[in-house]
């Protein structure tokens, strides 16, 4: 079922990332010319506990190597708590993934905050490096899902 | 339950006796008519047999003649009475004061269903009983005599047999539950049986009915109920490690789950997944066409309809924290997947994680309604020094 692992593969990374912080990191990245790869879309929520279990698996079954959600860090939340909530519910999809075995590390849940930029490039392109290492999503070469 | 006994007692009350004569199900029966006539509840939510005879639904009264149809242990479990439950109380408390008898399976999932604002239990008494486990519909329908035999026998052994629900098998929660009135008859001879009440309300409903104290018959009906736990226990192990084998990994899942036909049965069975619309019925969660033909083209080909393996991840995802094993969904599929070990398997793990059992007293918070400040540390990647060291609360 495995395509055959190219070398010169280049992971398609999905970001969840909270408006208030890890977005604003990005953002600082970005000014601050740090470079960040160019395969890794980012998509914007207000919060890290809006992420549903069904945007994850969607983006996962779709396709995507691999898959960041990263919000405040806790205690920070611009809401107060979400943050707390977006960690259970992200665990409890991990624990799925896991107890089933389907390539429960190609999801992460990363803090970042909006003064974090440096860290914010550190995270993506060690995630970057990892999902590397493991080699394109299985789902994507296969004719069965 | 056991070890709990001495507690249970204190909060509950003492338990009381039936003598032998009628029987369980007699003798449920009249307790429940007794029940009525003494005003202590208006109505009652019982299993009847259709009438085509092979299959059984559950019917809301309060004339005390029609008691003597009512079927009180049925083989089978057609709709699961926490969706009945659900229908009679989902918008607020019911007018009437309803005493439902339930397996102890259906009265866990009504548990769920309350702290998901599903079900408001606040004028409901539920009953449970000690189950053997229920006849596969499939078998049911097709010979319904004999299947009755085979599930009273079942009831005299305490188990499950040949054409028993896998779910039940491996249902170690078969007897007294976090209801208010528990009928426990496993083991104890020649037909008498126990009265538990396992709450305040069922405590004050019994007191009113000048019943036989029964402490006496306790010792055998716990000793019976501890060793058909074990061996049952000993069935869940044995299919989990089978079904840990089955489902490990794409290619697992893919095996378990590619003759699925995407009817949904399992999910509209469920009595946990109550959500309207479900996200996997709904428009938005259907692939556009030109996305699928774009996908065929990158992969060299694809299933269609496509997603049935998301869709079973997602519903793992979604209910399993609240999973019954009931084994609804199992019976429920026309291609006969074994949903429900898979599900079971699962959501005994997931429960796990998060050190919560479904099923208990309506009075704890389901696990993604709450969050510790320092938890789950495995969970984030951990970098730098940043974690803050907040203190715990709740």
């Known amino acids: 079922m495995n395509r055959q692992t190219d070398t010169e593969f280049t992971p398609k990374i999905v970001g969840f990332l909270c408006n208030w912080c890890t977005y604003a990191a990005a953002d600082l990245a970005g000014t601050s010319r740090l470079k960040i790869p160019s395969t890794f879309s980012v998509i914007r929520v207000m919060c890290s506990s809006r992420i549903d279990h069904n945007l994850l698996l969607t983006t996962f079954f779709k396709g995507a190597d691999g898959i960041l959600v990263a919000g405040c860090h806790p205690g920070d939340c611009h809401y107060g708590e979400g943050n707390y909530y977006a960690r259970r519910r992200f665990a409890l999809l991990k624990k799925v993934m896991e107890v089933l075995d389907i390539d429960a590390e190609r999801l992460q849940l990363s803090w970042i905050s909006a003064a974090e930029g440096h860290r914010y490039a550190e995270v993506v392109g060690k995630f970057t490096e990892k999902i590397r290492e493991l080699g394109p999503n299985p789902i994507k070469g296969s004719t069965r899902f | 339950m056991i070890s709990g006994e001495e507690e249970r007692m204190d ?28 005003g202590g509840a208006d109505a009652l939510l019982l299993p009847f047999r259709v009438p085509s005879g092979d299959s059984f639904a559950w019917i809301m009264f309060s004339d005390v003649s029609l008691l003597k149809d009512a079927v009180p242990f049925p083989a089978t479990m057609p709709v699961q009475g926490g969706r009945a439950l659900r229908s009679l ?24 269903l309350s702290k998901l604002g599903q079900v ?8 449970s009983y000690d189950c053997p486990g229920a006849v596969k519909l499939e078998d049911y329908v097709a010979d319904p005599v004999s299947c009755d035999s085979a599930h009273s026998e079942m009831r005299s052994r305490g188990e499950p047999s040949g054409n028993a629900r896998s779910a039940c098998s491996t249902c170690v929660d078969f007897s007294m539950v976090d209801a208010d009135i528990h009928f426990g008859y496993f083991g104890i001879k020649d037909g008498g049986m126990l009265v538990l009440p396992g709450s305040p309300a069922g405590r004050a409903l019994l007191e009113g009915l000048n019943l036989e104290e029964g402490r006496g018959l306790l010792p055998q009906w716990e000793a019976e109920i501890s060793r058909l736990a074990e061996r049952r226990a000993a069935t869940r192990e044995e299919t989990f490690r089978e079904t840990a084998e089955r489902i490990s990994g794409f290619d697992g899942m893919l095996a378990t789950f590619s003759n699925c036909i995407g009817c949904h049965n399992c999910q509209s069975a469920c009595p946990i997944c109550y959500c309207r619309l479900c996200y996997f019925d709904s428009e938005v969660s259907r692939t556009d066409p030109e996305a699928l033909i774009t996908a065929a083209e990158k992969r060299g080909g694809i299933s269609i309809p496509p997603d049935r393996i998301m869709f079973h991840t997602g519903r793992l995802a979604h209910m399993s924290l609240s999973c019954v094993s009931c084994g609804q969904c199992s019976d429920a599929c026309p291609v006969s997947i074994p949903v429900a070990d898979v599900f079971s398997f699962v959501a005994e793990r997931t429960q796990r994680a998060f050190d919560y059992k479904s099923g208990r007293s ?20 951990m970098v730098k020094d940043a974690e803050s060291e907040a203190s715990p609360n709740e």
Do not use: W
């Open chain 2, 89 to 112: 109380t989902r918008k607020e408390k019911g007018k009437l004061r309803i005493i439902a008898l339930m397996r102890p399976c259906e009265i866990r999932a009504g548990m769920e």
């Open chain 2, 362 to 381: 309506d009075g704890e918070a389901l696990p993604l309604r709450r969050f510790l400040k320092n938890e789950l540390d495995g969970v984030h990647e």
């Open chain 2, 11 to 38: 909060a509950a009350g003492i338990p009381y006796m039936i003598r032998p004569g009628k029987g369980p199900e007699g003798s449920v029966l009249d307790l429940l008519g007794q029940l009525i006539g003494s």
């Open chain 2, 120 to 127: 408001n239990t606040e004028n409901l008494i539920l009953a």
